[in-house]
């Protein structure tokens, strides 16, 4: 799991750069599938482009999960995690038939 804070946020860039994530004028990507995961009541987050925008770093499939009840740090509450259990189940299980295709 990648905050999207540390890899986004221009307060990381000395650590995301010597990390080789980021170089001068480009954006490094990952080569594999990338899931990005927010709460619907994410006072941080409102606008939705930010997490959305993780689908510039990775040349493979992307996927955004927008959690029912979550707020920023949803993790830490039990309503939301009731519905991004499940749903992360169904993401991974897809990912799983997929890949056994």
Not at 4 to 21: D, E, F, H, N, V
Not at 48 to 54: E, G
Not at 64 to 84: C, K, P, R, Y
Request: zero cysteines; glycine letters at 6%.
């Amino acid at each position: 799991m990648i905050r999207s804070s540390i890899l986004l946020g221009k307060r990381y860039l000395p650590w995301r750069k010597a990390s080789g994530l980021y170089g001068e004028g480009q954006r490094k990507q990952m080569q594999s599938k990338l899931l990005a995961v927010g709460g619907e009541k994410d006072v941080i987050f409102k606008d939705k482009t930010h997490l959305l925008s993780w689908e510039h770093y990775t040349t493979a499939a992307f996927e955004f999960l927008s959690i029912a009840e979550g707020s920023h740090l949803f993790l830490n509450e039990e309503a939301a995690m009731a519905n991004f259990v499940p749903a992360l189940s169904a993401v991974l299980a897809s990912a799983a038939s997929s890949s056994s295709s």
